[in-house]
């Protein structure tokens, strides 16, 4: 990719991702237990995994955190989305590298470590070791999050694959 | 499942995913710390509230009529007996864990343990 092309194609993808965030922000869910959401901007990170590069994918990842954070959920959760989001990438990184996965399961992996991330700053921040009850719910929902955002990718990621983002012009 | 391309590897994935949580929720259920006092209420009214630590029997009086004894022994709670049809509140297991509770709905009696607190006040993530 040229930079032109290369700087269009990021900034979309932050867009999208963030577009997806806002999104989310207007789905309430509440089922008593803080944390539960479906992550419908790691689509935008598993696709960029898979059709540009995992630099460009990282990058992508931390910049919608740090818009969406500072627009929507406050500064200081952040230190939250930071943790479980890099932990999340690394995660499925390795998930992808081993081609044991499909993109499903990168995807549902993904979701439930963005959660133990989460839980583990909390507990940290909230001195409370009994957050971890929150453990299970958040574990499972994430899961079950991951297996629709993976859908959603695997069908993005099959018609997009045509247009090669990486090749030289 | 064949159209999606899930990979065993997925399935494998996501089931020991889930067997993580049955595991922590089973440890934590196993672990919950054991609550110290055991309340008494009736039509949402406190009637009682007794140590866990003591042996006792109290009988549970509406209008004057023993409606049902719970005994406290070893530090765990049962119903010995209950004037209802029913008898949930007599066949259910003794509770000895804080946030436990036996219900008897016929009478409107709630035995329930507290002491150290259980949930976790919360905080958005």
């Known amino acids: 990719m040229n930079k032109a092309k290369k700087t269009a194609v990021f900034a979309l993808c932050v867009a999208l991702a963030f577009t997806l965030s806002f999104l989310e922000t207007l789905i309430p869910i509440n089922i008593g237990v803080p944390g539960v959401k479906i992550g419908l901007a790691n689509m935008v990170v598993l696709a960029a995994l898979y059709l540009l590069d995992k630099r460009a994918a990282f990058a992508i990842s931390m910049i919608r955190i740090l818009i969406s954070g500072l627009l929507f959920t406050g500064a200081f959760s952040l230190l939250y989305s930071f943790t479980g989001g890099i932990l999340s990438f690394f995660v499925m990184l390795l998930a992808m590298k081993s081609k044991r996965l499909s993109i499903l399961g990168v995807s549902v992996l993904g979701g439930a470590v963005h959660n133990i991330g989460q839980i583990i700053v909390a507990a940290i921040v909230m001195q409370t070791p009994r957050i971890v009850y929150y453990l299970p719910v958040l574990l499972i929902s994430g899961a079950i999050a991951g297996i629709a955002v993976g859908v959603v990718s695997k069908i993005v990621v099959e018609r997009l694959i045509k247009i090669d983002f990486n090749k030289k012009d | ?125």
Not at chain 2, 27 to 39: D, S
Not at chain 2, 77 to 106: F, Q, T, W
């Open chain 2, 1 to 125: 499942m064949k159209k999606f391309g899930v990979k065993k590897g997925d399935i494998v994935a996501f089931a020991a995913l889930l067997g993580v949580a049955a595991l922590i929720f089973c440890a934590l259920y196993f672990l919950a710390p054991k609550g110290n006092t055991v309340k008494i209420e009736v039509a949402s009214q406190t009637v009682a509230t007794l140590s866990l630590e003591e042996d006792t029997v109290y009988n549970v009086e509406i209008g004057g009529k023993t409606t049902n004894t719970v005994e406290i022994k070893d530090g765990k709670v049962s119903v010995m007996y209950a004037d209802c049809p029913d008898k949930i509140c007599v066949n259910h297991r003794a509770i000895s864990k804080s946030g436990e509770s036996i219900i008897c709905l016929p009478n409107k009696v709630v035995i329930s343990i507290e002491g150290e607190k259980t949930e976790v006040d919360g905080e958005a993530l």
